[in-house]
């Protein structure tokens, strides 16, 4: 007896769970229960599993009866006709969902001359063994699977021409790549995710090789050249929004120019670019600091006395304003209103990303890495046909890593731009590379893709062959003028004392435990102490009861509170946070008294 | 020659001299040999340590670092004839926190000299292995109506490790109360039980609990695996009891060691304990192909037995004598170090690192350690 579990739970039992699956199955494909429905057999415990729950993935297989695919030659003329549809083939049992547990019952072949007597289904197509994003990656079934992950990893992040109407659009933190192209070594899936309207990158020349150890670790080099026209320029945009919020007691926030006695005014010159109705212009250009919305809030507590003090100029300033290290153009300027009819003021800023040094890029194969020096066009390595690449790759990148398809890539780029075509690297159904290789032979080339290069600055040829072609590079969303950071002076922490954490406080950058060992370990005992001045005081300390004294400035006379008066006290030095601990200890009714001695 | 070689005694320590001796080549002449000797002292000088470096800190960043490349978990030796055995990081972990239950205590059994050849090393091994009845028994079945239990031994194994049928029932014998034991063949014993009201319960319960019986061998010993090591053979062993395995005569005990710190501690004394601290540590950073200087691991394991008997690198181990009461409270648990202290009013002298470090004041290492001397005006 075979007991029988529907969605997890106990239904009764059936005397043969093995002849009771085939039946569901077959049932199934007649149309006569739900397409969702899934049946696992586990042989092991003798149980019987029916699955209909929601939200379990499952994919499409292609049954097979008796070693023959039943979708035949006849369904594909049909199905290319439009005479029927997907859904037919559903309908009429030759292509059947399956689910994770019903997967374990099924033996698939990948391909159709694999298929035997035991195998019950086909993969409609071997490019469903792999994701959208991965195979994306051209060649992939060279590589190792961790590649391939970082692969379609990486190229989630590229910037591309992710909408036609992104100009009547306001989404937060976006790119737009200027010049995008299809690629010429592409996949199938480059197909069905139409990249013909979305394309997301750009066919370089790549070279491989070494220029003056500045691409060491992954870095690339770029030409100036190709910087210059275009290449992988992008703009950025990001919107600022603000809404006029109700507060209790009909209290409202104002967009406006705020009044100049409004608590927490910035300068005039701040507010500059703003027209009456507190609204920047188009097309003005802002940096760090210059407000893009002007905005008043009603004040934060009010008082019993507040009520009788009708004056306005109680409110306050909560202007929006760029933050440190932005500026861009404003692009878009939208006044409307939101859903709970609260005035909502959006502007778009705009910037243009040319590529720098720090800007990550990537090729499909996982191959990532930042632009190290941006070289003049004139002392880039150059072919003896005049072939200067945009991009100088570094070859120690390749051995470790053994992404053999980005190499493929590069001699099959090189092939399909000398001959005008496009060349197909979908997994497992890829071009040859023995074709491919034999036709950049006949146009000319050497078959491995390897050139004489002369060196840029001196005309001398270099005594190494390099191997150049073409590729599709990626530029990656993460650009250094989003992310450089430095600071001299700055806020601190109002507890503490100690300068503030992150970027967006304009904080600044620890100097941590570990690092702090380091200062130990040499012995610099003193420059280390003066690292962690960030929080120094003098602190008026009694000698006689050891607690922090008091200094009366209007007298300018110290006392101790616990000894009164005339107590001797001495000025130490220490962090402010030691001082807080002596406070928290004192809160915990523990005395911390400081025993002082003389230095000398 | 020899007078040059008195003038540098006391300055360079006499192991170098020796070695510098040894290597001399035939003939040299006393100028030259000066020149190597005054070398020899500037590099010696060179590499004491100075007063006010902070060798433990060095200490913790040289074995911290290459600690973080260190595999998590190393190799599960799929053969068979390999054990399974902690290294790599949790190895090193539990070494140096001085664990009372390691993961995987182990001996190296060392022979004397006919074993050590490998003259009966397997029947050695046998006798060190713990051996429960189980092993012993070949079939049981149970007479239901007699509510007797039939076991037939299995006298291969029995010859193997040259135990006889009536060692085995006098062994029984102590641990089975209440039940009588009988001799029926040459192989099979019967057993059958005393009690009146329910026999045959008594028998399944009984054919469970046999099972378990300890026979011989040494206990805690799970695993025996003999191992040529160079020419000798010695026995590589999972499970550790040096007291019982010292005692016996084929054992030779001044090199038989257990993996356990506590173990060692309680046979062979402190200074073993150091000893094999420093062995264990090299083992595991060998294994890993890390190397570190030696130096560093000596300082450990100093610290970890400078008090006389095995203190971690925790909390409740060396940190736990921490003069100062700021240091303790930055490491683990600062409540309760700042209210005990508190309970006791202990005094900080502030004289070690990380106190000074919180009140930003020099620390006393390196530049920070010389005080100025001078008279001041009054």
């Known amino acids: 007896m075979t007991d029988v579990y529907m969605n997890s739970k106990f239904i009764g039992s059936v005397p043969d769970g093995a002849e009771f699956r085939q039946q569901i199955i077959e049932e199934r494909r007649l149309g006569k229960l739900p397409e969702q429905l899934n049946v696992f057999y586990s042989q092991n415990r003798d149980e019987l599993f029916l699955e209909t729950a929601a939200g379990r993935g499952s994919r499409p297989l292609i049954v097979v009866k008796e070693g023959k695919p039943t979708l035949t030659e006849r369904h594909a003329e049909q199905l290319q006709k439009g005479e029927i549809a997907w859904s037919d083939l ?457 607690l922090v004294a008091v200094y009366d400035a209007r007298r300018d006379q110290y006392h101790c509170q616990q000894c009164g008066e005339h107590a001797e006290v001495s000025p130490i030095e220490m962090s402010y946070a030691f001082k807080l601990l002596l406070d928290e200890l004192k809160s915990l009714t523990i005395y911390p008294k400081l025993q002082l001695t003389g230095k000398y | 020659m020899s007078t040059i070689f008195k003038q540098y005694e006391g300055k360079i320590p006499q192991q170098l001299l020796d070695e510098v001796k040894e290597n001399l080549p035939a003939k040299i002449t006393d100028a030259k040999l000066k020149k190597i000797l005054e070398e020899v002292q500037q590099e010696y000088d060179a590499a004491v340590v100075d007063s006010g470096e902070c060798v433990g800190l060095v200490c913790a960043e040289s074995i911290g670092e290459p600690g973080t490349q260190m595999t998590l978990n190393t190799f599960h030796f799929a053969g068979v004839s390999e054990m399974n055995v902690t290294t790599g990081l949790p190895r090193l972990i539990e070494i140096l926190d001085a664990r009372k239950t390691i993961k995987s205590p182990m001996m190296e059994v060392y022979l004397k000299e006919p074993y050590k050849h490998g003259e009966d090393i397997k029947k050695v091994a046998e006798k060190i292995k713990e051996t429960k009845f189980e092993e012993y028994i070949k079939e049981v079945t149970i007479d239901v109506v007699e509510s007797t239990m039939t076991v037939t031994l299995n006298t291969d194994r029995m010859d193997l490790v040259d135990i006889k049928i009536d060692r085995l029932m006098k062994v029984l014998s102590k641990s089975l109360k209440g039940f009588t034991l009988k001799k029926t063949g040459e192989d099979i014993l019967e057993i059958k039980s005393n009690s009146k009201d329910e026999p045959l319960k008594e028998v399944y319960r009984l054919r469970e609990k046999i099972r378990t019986i300890y026979i011989n061998g040494v206990r805690g010993v799970t695993q025996v695996l003999p191992v040529k090591r160079g020419e000798e053979y010695m026995i590589a062993t999972a499970g550790s009891n040096l007291k019982a395995v010292l005692k016996m005569d084929e054992v030779d005990t001044t090199r038989t060691v257990s993996n356990d710190l506590y173990e060692v501690e309680e046979v062979f004394g402190i200074e073993a304990v150091r000893e094999q601290a420093i062995r264990e540590v090299i083992k595991v950073l060998d294994a890993q192909g890390i190397s570190i200087d030696i130096r560093h691991i000596l300082l450990v394991a100093d610290a970890m037995t400078m008090a006389g008997h095995v203190q971690g690198i925790s909390r409740y181990g060396i940190v736990k004598d921490k003069p100062s009461v700021l240091a303790r409270a930055s490491f683990e648990t600062p409540l309760r170090h700042i209210f005990n202290a508190a309970m006791i009013g202990e005094r900080d002298p502030l004289n070690s690192v990380i106190e000074n470090v919180m009140l930003n004041q020099p620390v006393p290492v390196g530049t920070g350690l010389p005080g100025l001397i001078t008279k001041v005006k009054q």
């Open chain 1, 90 to 546: 559903v309908k009429q049992g030759v292509i059947e969902f399956l689910d994770a547990a019903e997967e374990e019952n099924a033996f698939v072949a990948l391909e159709p001359e694999d298929l035997t007597p035991e195998h019950t289904h086909l993969e409609v197509s071997s490019v469903d063994l792999v994701g959208i994003t991965t195979g994306l990656v051209p060649f992939a079934h060279h590589n190792q699977g961790a590649r391939l992950m970082q692969g379609s990893k990486n190229q989630k992040q590229a910037i591309g021409f992710y909408a036609a109407n992104y100009y009547t659009r306001l989404d937060m933190d976006v790119n737009l790549l200027h010049y995008p192209q299809e690629p010429i070594v592409r996949t199938l899936i480059n197909e069905v995710i139409n990249t013909e309207e979305h394309p997301f990158g750009q066919n370089v020349v790549v070279g491989v090789m070494a220029y003056k150890g500045y691409n060491m670790e992954d870095a690339i080099i770029m030409n100036k050249a190709s910087i210059e026209r275009g290449l992988a320029r992008a703009t950025y945009y990001r919107p600022v929004n603000a809404e006029e919020l109700r507060y209790s007691g009909g209290l409202v926030d104002e967009v406006g120019i705020p009044d100049k006695d409004t608590k927490g005014y910035r300068t005039e010159h701040d507010y500059r670019l703003l027209e009456e109705d507190g609204l920047i212009y188009p097309e003005a250009k802002v940096k760090e600091g210059d407000v893009v919305i002007g905005k008043t809030s009603p004040p934060r507590f009010l008082s019993a006395m507040d009520e009788y003090n009708l004056a306005t100029n109680y409110r306050r300033e909560s202007s929006m304003s760029l933050k440190h290290g932005e500026e861009g153009v404003v692009d878009f300027v939208l006044m409307t209103e939101n859903e709970e009819g609260n005035k909502l003021v959006q502007v778009r800023l705009r910037d243009q990303r040319i590529p720098t040094i720090g800007d990550k890029f990537t090729s499909r194969h996982g191959q990532k890495g930042v632009i190290s020096l941006v070289v003049p066009e004139n002392d880039m390595p150059f072919s003896a046909s005049g072939i200067k690449p945009d991009i100088i790759f570094n070859p120690h990148g390749l051995p470790s890593r053994m992404t053999v398809s980005h190499m493929i890539e590069l001699v099959a780029g090189k092939t399909g731009a000398m001959s005008g075509r496009t060349v197909d690297a979908t997994i497992f159904n890829a071009e040859k590379e023995e074709d491919i290789r034999h036709e950049l032979l006949r146009m000319g080339f050497r078959e491995n893709g390897i050139e004489l290069m002369y060196n840029g600055e001196t005309g001398e040829p270099l005594m190494t062959e390099i191997f150049i072609g073409n590729q599709y590079y990626l530029r990656l969303k993460h650009m250094v003028k989003n992310k450089v950071h430095s600071r001299a002076r700055g806020p601190i922490q109002l507890l503490t004392r100690q300068p503030t954490e992150g970027k967006a406080k304009e904080g600044g950058l620890r100097l941590g435990e570990m690092e702090k060992d380091t200062f130990v370990a040499h012995g610099a005992s003193l420059l280390l102490k003066e690292r962690f001045d960030s929080d120094h005081v003098v602190v008026p300390v009694c000698e006689d009861c050891g």
